[in-house]
């Protein structure tokens, strides 16, 4: 058995026993033995230890989706503790839908040093799919006139 294989095996069992980070440097050093199955049960043990950055680290290394429920869960959790900062990192890595996006603008319009943050929720997350408005009639229109000679 070469010696990469002999240590993802070794990784397994490290994984197995709880010893992540020991089992990341092996699965890590020897990437392209790993099969899927190893690296998601990686993920899901670094999950269940809170360990997103790592999770983000391996899920990118091996070619595997993030977690998306799990990450959207967190957040949620975060946005209810009112930890405003976790719950945006957790939303932007799951790709939360409008309606949690919706929620964030919420609680950040509570706070009116979070001004900044609210509106770039709004720009990137809630306003690119309104449709163009038709100007009411109180409305100015303005159209743009060019000189031609």
């Not at 719950?87 to 939360?96: I, S």
């Not at 919420?106 to 709004?122: G, H, K």
Request: aromatic share 6%; with cysteine.
């Amino acid at each position: 058995m070469p010696a990469s294989r002999s240590e993802v095996m070794v990784g397994r069992r490290y994984l197995e026993r709880g010893f992540l980070d020991a089992a990341m440097k092996l699965f890590v050093r020897n990437a392209a033995e790993v099969p899927a199955t190893d690296w998601s049960a990686l993920v899901d043990r670094l999950m269940e230890r809170n360990r997103v950055a790592d999770v983000v680290t391996v899920c990118g290394l091996a070619s595997i989706p993030l977690p998306r429920e799990r990450m959207l869960e967190l957040g949620d959790r975060a946005l209810r503790r009112r930890d405003l900062d976790a719950a945006l990192r957790f939303f932007e890595l799951g790709k939360a839908d409008r309606e949690r996006w919706a929620m964030m603008l919420d609680v950040l319009t509570t706070y009116p040093d979070r001004e900044r943050q609210a509106v770039e929720v709004v720009a990137r997350h809630l306003d690119h799919d309104h449709e163009e408005h038709e100007p009411e009639a109180h409305e100015e229109v303005r159209s743009h006139i060019r000189v031609v000679k």
